[in-house]
């Protein structure tokens, strides 16, 4: 198989993109073999500076995560507040089949970057448009970002708590690579309708709107008017056998005990109480919810005294169900990540694994992932192909519109 | 830009069998059929247990079957026995109908209803065979029934990342990863019919709860591959910054403090909450101060939040320009203006659930469908069985063979 035989080979997508949900969508067509172009202010995208900036991000010597938001795509830098570098990238917008936005939408207005702005440029051209909060109303203009738009504005860390807790963290960037997904999709349909009928169009989606998405089930309860009771703490949790507990190790084993009847014995004799199975505050299901702080008690001495390994294997050999709960440096080692596709070797020597893109594919594989450009890298080659002569680049450079 | 629905759906005409369970892989139908697929759901004759999920105790109470709405609309139901002998001429000839087939039994399972890709790519070597799987179609997890909350968030290690330090790991909630990973299913099948439509050849494309999970977990996976460590997140009444914390409000709510310029913005952030005197105190003179007292400075601050409603302090707050963010509740969202402007809520036909959510696509040349009330197990069996071809005598044979539900 080679490059020319993926999917979305031959396709030409301009990322006008920052930060990881729209950027990320660029990514997964570059993974199925679009030639993804990353047009950058003089700066870079500020998402080449995340991991120092952002206090919640893990740190390394590799830039990691800006690795994985821009494999596979070659950089251009442009001053687009400069009219000779818009006169540039105007070359590079009548060639291309996508363009990704995720300008706010006041900023697109002054850029002339939206879509009414560039379709007489290239009619066939698809247009995907990411925002925080959608394309008109009252907040239409506000930043979105992943913890504001996709969980904070959506509900979704109100609604993850404990009862009387603090709302819900999420983990860097998880809303916005969801989002990216979707993003995908409208790309598609839209490229779908374009084989149909000629002519491109446009599509986008919004951090809000799949936040909601994927809370659907309780946002679709509030359109009825119900709400989702808060989940007890877990030292008074409505059930003892459905609870949460922690681990010499600071490891978390979450029993899933549904056949109670059966397993409550051997769950009583592999935390060393076999004495409790015949203690008459526990002996049915109704005694055990209605004591399950005392018994949560318990289990939560019990489970403290040995380490998670322990409690995996113990718990397995008396087919007592538990479900795991990974720390994220489990997941690079599991057998299993690597088997469903998702860890996967890259080119680039200080990487050398990475997280492939969730979609499979049959009848191809996703490219491999090389070293993400320097700022500009690719400035002279893709400006080159767009067209413009030695002296029209050597202009731009002049003129400061190009660094 | 504009969304108006001037021409037809992109996905007119294009035939799906929904032959899945519970909420990732139907979900996929369900944005296919909002955007003009003709979606046949294959159910057993008791129905697709997510039919009943609005009574599980993870669920909000309600007396309307709320979450069906949103994951059967557009569907028509056929109740298929599929361990039936009988019932197997008749997942053949719709395996032919289709362009799109989507499957989430367990490896297995599939293999014993001879329903793999291998099985049918002779029957219609143009269908886009969709697999959802829990972990995968190889490795020694591949048999285990996958769930959104074991899968997608426990395996992945995004339950024990998304923690405050010393607290028990993150809630998920009901279906959250299954409807992210519908999504990344669209995309696939999209990518097949892409393929499809170029060379004549169908194929094969899935995704699996777990491989969606490491993704939207992916920067600290891909962080946890190199040796990088999250780091803790601290919790709220414990903050390394004071200024760009959370504070619980008088009613419960919370507010998030993001007051990264707090060199500029002090003193008219101690007027703003009413305590002057603070900008004075020696204690919290300047930013290396108030960074170094953080919890001296939080112990001054969380009374005061403590003291009025959120409404109260987004009113206090939004005029004087400080910085602070919103924590909002599902409750306020189906009324926001905001929504309805980011097209997330849409108007059904069915009297029970008369709002719903849009799936998160946006289209500038067509609207998603309007849906009514969700089929009933089995209700469109005659219909499709006619239009498939099959006589009245023969749909007969099929009900007293038992093949039907």
Excluded at chain 1, 177 to 203: D, F, N, P
Excluded at chain 1, 266 to 273: D, I, Q, S, Y
Aim: net charge neutral.
């Amino acid at each position: 198989m080679t490059d020319s035989d993926l999917p979305l080979a031959g396709l030409r997508v301009l990322d006008i993109s920052s930060f990881i949900a729209a950027p990320a969508a660029a990514v997964v067509l570059g993974d199925w073999g679009a030639d993804v172009i990353k047009v950058e202010g003089p700066e870079g995208d500020p998402n080449r500076r995340i991991m120092h900036d952002s206090a919640n991000y893990p740190k390394a010597t590799v830039n990691y995560p800006w690795e994985m938001d821009s494999r596979n795509k070659r950089s251009l830098s442009l001053d687009l507040k400069k009219p000779e570098a818009r006169a540039a990238l105007d070359r590079l917008i009548e060639k291309a089949d996508v363009l990704i936005c995720n300008f706010p939408p006041l900023v697109r207005e002054k850029l002339r970057l939206a879509y009414d702005d560039v379709k007489a440029l290239n009619k066939r051209l698809i247009y995907a448009s990411l925002t925080g909060y959608g394309e008109t109303g009252p907040d239409r203009d506000r930043p979105g970002f992943d913890v504001t738009a996709y969980f904070a504005r959506s509900g979704l860390l109100d609604s993850q708590r404990y009862d009387g807790g603090p709302p819900g963290v999420p983990v860097p960037a998880q809303g916005d690579r969801a989002t990216a997904m979707t993003l995908v999709s409208a790309i598609l349909m839209a490229l779908m309708h374009r084989e149909k009928t000629g002519e491109g169009t446009w599509v986008g989606t919004s951090l809000l709107g799949n936040g909601l998405w994927s809370c659907g089930v309780i946002a679709q309860a509030a359109l009825a008017d119900a709400y989702l009771a808060p989940r007890p703490p877990i030292d008074r949790p409505r059930s003892a056998l459905g609870n949460i507990y922690r681990t010499k190790d600071d490891r978390w084993i979450q029993l899933t005990i549904v056949r109670e009847d059966k397993l409550w014995g051997p769950l009583a004799r592999v935390v060393g109480h076999p004495e409790l199975v015949d203690d008459p505050r526990f002996a049915t299901q109704a005694d055990r919810r209605a004591r399950s702080g005392e018994l949560a008690t318990y289990l939560r001495e019990a489970f403290e005294k040995m380490d998670y390994a322990y409690w995996q294997k113990a718990l397995a050999d008396h087919d007592v169900t538990f479900g795991v709960i990974s720390r994220a440096q489990d997941v690079p080692h599991d057998e299993q990540a690597i088997a469903c596709g998702a860890v996967v070797g890259t080119a680039i020597p200080a990487m050398p694994r990475t997280l492939a893109n969730p979609v499979r594919l049959g009848f191809a594989e996703q490219r491999m992932a090389h070293p993400a450009p320097a700022l500009g890298q690719h400035n002279e080659e893709i400006l080159r192909e767009a067209g413009l002569t030695v002296a029209e680049i050597a202009a731009l450079k002049a003129s400061g519109a190009m660094t | 830009m504009t969304e108006a629905s001037a021409e037809p759906l992109p996905l007119d005409g294009l035939k799906v069998l929904d032959i899945s369970s519970f909420i990732a892989a139907p979900v996929a139908a369900v944005v296919l059929a909002d955007y003009g697929a003709d979606v046949v759901k294959i159910e057993p004759p008791d129905g697709d247990p997510h039919r009943q999920n609005w009574k599980n105790v993870s669920y909000p109470r309600s007396n309307v079957n709320f979450p069906w709405q949103l994951d059967g609309r557009l569907k028509r139901s056929i109740a298929l026995d599929l361990k039936s002998p009988a019932a197997r001429p008749v997942l053949e000839r719709l395996i032919k109908w289709a362009d799109v087939l989507i499957a989430n039994f367990p490896p297995p399972t599939r293999e014993r209803l001879k329903l793999r890709w291998e099985d049918v790519e002779p029957l219609n070597p143009r269908l886009v065979y969709c697999s959802l799987t829990g972990y995968g179609e190889t490795g020694p997890d591949r048999d285990r029934p996958g769930f959104d909350i074991t899968a997608y968030f426990g395996r992945s290690g995004m339950l024990d990342a998304a923690r405050y330090e010393g607290a028990p790991p993150a809630i998920s909630l009901p279906g959250q990863g299954d409807r992210a990973t519908a999504m990344t299913l669209v995309a696939a099948i999209l990518m097949g019919l892409r393929r499809r439509d170029r060379t004549g050849k169908g194929g094969w494309v899935g995704s699996s709860l777990y491989a969606n999970g490491a993704w939207a977990n992916g920067t600290t996976v891909a962080g946890a591959a190199i040796g990088a460590k999250l780091p803790p997140r601290r919790p709220p009444d414990r903050p390394r910054n004071a200024l760009t914390n959370l504070y619980r409000t008088k009613d419960d709510r919370w507010l998030q403090l993001l007051m990264v310029r707090d060199d500029r913005l002090w003193e008219k952030f101690c007027a703003a909450i009413g305590k002057p005197g603070l900008a004075g105190d020696p204690r919290f003179a300047d930013r290396e101060e108030r960074k170094a007292r953080a919890q001296e400075l939080h112990d001054a601050l969380a009374p005061v939040f403590a003291g009025r409603t959120y409404a109260e302090w987004v009113t206090a707050l939004s005029p004087t320009g400080i910085p602070f963010g919103v924590i909002g509740r599902v409750a306020d969202i189906v009324d926001d203006e905001q929504a309805a402007h980011a097209g997330i809520f849409a108007d059904t036909t069915n009297p029970e659930v008369p709002r719903t959510l849009n799936n998160p696509i946006r289209l500038g040349f067509a609207k998603p469908r309007v849906s009514g009330p969700p089929a009933a197990v089995g209700q469109h069996n005659d219909e499709i069985l006619r239009e498939l071809g099959h006589s009245d005598a023969e749909i007969e044979a099929l009900k007293k063979a038992g093949a039907l539900g």
